[in-house]
């Protein structure tokens, strides 16, 4: 069987330089036009892969306190929580019980 040359579907290549030498890889084109999408203009491709890969997990404290929840809603919340977590240990009794039966 023939396995059709694929490099028709690409047509940028990269080329990266670091002390290390250059790197080519090779990309569709609609990803070539999203990353053009999200480059900066004074920043080259090297510069965007970096901020792309580097970027940092949001801070989650930013957050805290961002969903005013009832008392009503909390006692809901917990409730099914409780009800979840003695479900899941029966359920896992049972499953250790038939394991040594």
């Known amino acids: 069987m023939k396995i059709p040359f694929i490099r028709a ?17 090779t990309i569709k084109d609609e990803v070539y ?6 480059k900066r203009k004074d920043e080259s491709f090297s ?6 890969t580097k970027r940092e997990k949001p801070d989650l404290m930013r957050f805290a306190g961002a969903w005013k929840m009832s008392d009503d809603e909390w006692k809901r919340i917990e409730k099914t929580l409780k ?3 003695r479900s899941a240990d029966e359920s896992f009794e049972e499953r250790v019980k038939r394991l040594f039966e």
């Open 83 to 85: 009800e979840r977590r």
């Open 47 to 52: 510069e965007l892969f970096e901020r792309l």
């Open 9 to 25: 579907k690409f047509k940028y290549m990269f080329k990266h330089k670091e002390t290390m030498g250059f790197k080519t890889i």
């Open 33 to 38: 036009r999203d990353l053009l999408k999200l």
